[in-house]
């Protein structure tokens, strides 16, 4: 008799062990759905953005021609468009709101020399390490509204950079810098955004 009652309280437990994974198989199906749902209409909503004119741009490898203050420069449409919100990505544009000379050449007063940082940067990602150099850049990059090329200096680790200014090395002696109040070579506690950078600093700060 003891054996019975044994064997349907298995019975028991096995039933309520498959009637809980069903309820979860449901649940699961239930957040697949959503998440289904979400990246639907998410890609709708990428797709709608990208069909917009600013983004209609022309074939990735047409070649596009650059006289940036006085130095010419030749890339392609892929390059430039690396970041599609850019200055650089509207000359890129079907209709381009920045019109080349009779040639077909944009031509930008800008210096050309950090310019070829930022084609290097758009072509292979590689960025300088030199600290004047990178706070150049960043300002350059403020101009084109190359948003992604400021957030990756602001991410390169602060022992990667080479320091030549003064300020630097007060930073590499030890001392802290006026303005400072953490690991940061360049000084602040809010980045470009404005947003406050909490905990430990382990990146370039602006």
Not at 4 to 29: H, P
Not at 138 to 154: C, G
Not at 172 to 196: N, Q
Request: with cysteine; aromatic share 10%.
């Amino acid at each position: 008799m003891s054996h019975e009652l044994d064997l349907k309280a298995l019975w028991k437990d096995l039933d309520d062990y498959s009637a809980e994974i069903d309820r979860e198989a449901r649940t699961l199906q239930d957040v697949w759905l959503k998440i289904a749902q979400i990246k639907a209409k998410n890609d709708q909503e990428l797709k709608d953005i990208l069909g917009k004119e600013e983004f209609n741009f022309l074939p990735p490898d047409t070649p596009i021609g650059l006289n940036v203050g006085g130095q010419m420069f030749e890339t392609t449409v892929e390059v430039l468009t690396i970041d599609p919100y850019s200055i650089l990505a509207s000359l890129c544009r079907r209709k381009t709101p920045i019109r080349p000379n009779h040639d077909g050449i944009f031509y930008l007063d800008r210096d050309w020399w950090l310019f070829r940082h930022i084609l290097s940067f758009l072509r292979s990602g590689v960025l300088p390490r030199e600290l004047e150099i990178l706070k150049e850049l960043y300002k350059e990059a403020s101009f084109y509204r190359m948003e992604k090329l400021q957030r990756a200096i602001e991410e390169i680790p602060v022992d990667q950079v080479i320091q030549y200014s003064p300020a630097a090395y007060v930073a590499s002696s030890g001392l802290p810098l006026v303005g400072d109040g953490g690991g940061s070579l360049l000084g602040g506690s809010e980045g470009r955004s404005g947003s406050s950078r909490g905990g430990s600093r382990s990146a370039l700060t602006f």
